[in-house]
Nanobody, 121 residues
Framework: QVQLVESGGGLVQAGGSLRLSCAAS????????MGWFRQAPGKEREFVAT????????YYADSVKGRFTISRDNAKNSVYLQMNGLKPEDTAVYYC??????????????WGQGTQVTVSS
């Protein structure tokens, strides 16, 4: 069992940066791939980034590639999403998730409650 709590969201101007954190509890955190997803109002939840449990594989959505960086610290049971060059279209609730290295939300078993990111133009 893994419990996930996100933090670090907020309001930022276009072009700015935010760093999201996700703290996990549970003894098996290190065995899961960790992903970030987001959901904007009226839209489906979409994949943002994922990193495998060894940290050797990462994958990003085309819309964030080159701007966002996912990282993890297994010793601290944490995963991070550094977001640079933010755009208004990045506005969404961001969720971290633990599961299989995948772009599909159904491959993830555990989810956080989400943190709001709002980018003003």
């Amino acid at each position: 069992q893994v419990q996930l709590v996100e933090s670090g969201g907020g309001l930022v101007q276009a072009g700015g940066s935010l760093r999201l954190s996700c703290a996990a509890s549970g003894r098996t955190f290190g065995s899961y791939a960790m992903g970030w997803f987001r959901q904007a109002p009226g839209k489906e939840r979409e994949f943002v980034a994922t990193r495998d449990w060894l940290g050797t594989r990462t994958y990003y959505a085309d819309s964030v590639k080159g701007r966002f960086t996912i990282s993890r610290d297994n010793a601290k049971n944490s995963v991070y999403l550094q977001m640079n060059g933010l755009k208004p279209e990045d506005t969404a609730v961001y969720y971290c998730a633990a599961g299989t290295f995948s772009i599909w939300s159904y491959e993830y078993d555990y989810w956080g409650q989400g943190t709001q990111v709002t980018v003003s133009s």
